[in-house]
């Protein structure tokens, strides 16, 4: 079946690191991605990993890819006031027709106190 | 600059009254899809198209439509809107690169 679970909420102060994880269930997900919607916005993808890599860093963003746990997760590293938004994990499983279908997580509600 | 454009951005209707929310994307992309995003559901998808003329269901496709005549546009159709379908709606795209690119959102409330 298709889900991806991620926590509702996460807080943590400027400055530290924050880190936001998400399981899915279809090992057949050839990538993995991470979008960020800030309020009143659309969705922006901040990265993404291709099923192969166990990690991938671009500037404050690490990613690791744990596939025998499904498990993902998104490090944040000094995280600033406008990191506040809500982070989604999504999956995009491999149907062998490619139906590029995303299946997303619920969103985890990042809050950066200042 | 390459964007998917979502209108109207806010829709207040009634029960029953027919609308439209267009979309188009300037990136020649032959993928466009339909999501609805609600609290504590994440996105769903309603239709996805794959090409011109080539479109299928997603997970919540009851009580809307849609149509793929040209390439750029794909509308999201809404024939007798109903409260249930008071939501976020998004509109995304996706080219041989690996993610999709989505429009702003266009928030619908149905009295």
């Known amino acids: 079946g298709e889900d991806v679970e991620q926590s509702l909420f996460l807080s943590v102060r400027e400055g530290d690191s924050s880190v936001i994880n998400c399981t899915y269930t279809?090992?057949?997900?050839?990538?993995l991605y991470w979008y960020k919607q800030e309020p009143g916005a659309g969705l922006q993808l901040l990265t993404y990993?291709?099923?192969?890599?166990d990690m991938k860093q671009d500037q404050r963003l690490t990613v690791l890819l744990n596939k025998k746990d499904k498990h993902l997760s998104l490090r944040i590293a000094d995280t600033q006031t406008g990191d506040s938004a809500i982070y989604f994990c999504?999956?995009?499983?491999?149907?062998?027709?490619?139906?590029?279908?995303?299946?997303f997580g619920t969103g985890t509600l990042l809050a950066v106190q200042p | 600059e390459a964007q998917v454009t979502q209108n109207p951005r806010y829709l207040i209707t009634v029960t029953g009254k027919k609308l439209t929310v267009t979309c188009s994307q300037n990136m020649n992309h032959e993928y466009m899809s339909w999501y609805r995003q609600d609290p504590g559901l994440g996105l769903r998808q309603i239709y996805y198209?794959?090409?011109?003329?080539?479109?299928d269901k997603g997970d919540v496709p009851e009580g809307y439509k849609v149509s793929r005549k040209e390439k750029r546009n794909f509308p999201l159709i809404l024939e007798s809107p109903s409260p249930n379908q008071t939501s976020l709606y998004f509109c995304a795209s996706k080219g041989q690169a690996y993610g999709y690119t989505f429009g702003s959102g266009t928030r619908l409330t149905v009295v």
């Open positions: 198209s794959m090409n011109v003329e080539v479109t």
């Open positions: 990993i291709f099923s192969n890599m």
């Open positions: 999504a999956e995009m499983p491999n149907y062998g027709g490619a139906t590029n279908k995303l299946i």
């Open positions: 279809d090992s057949s997900s050839t990538y």
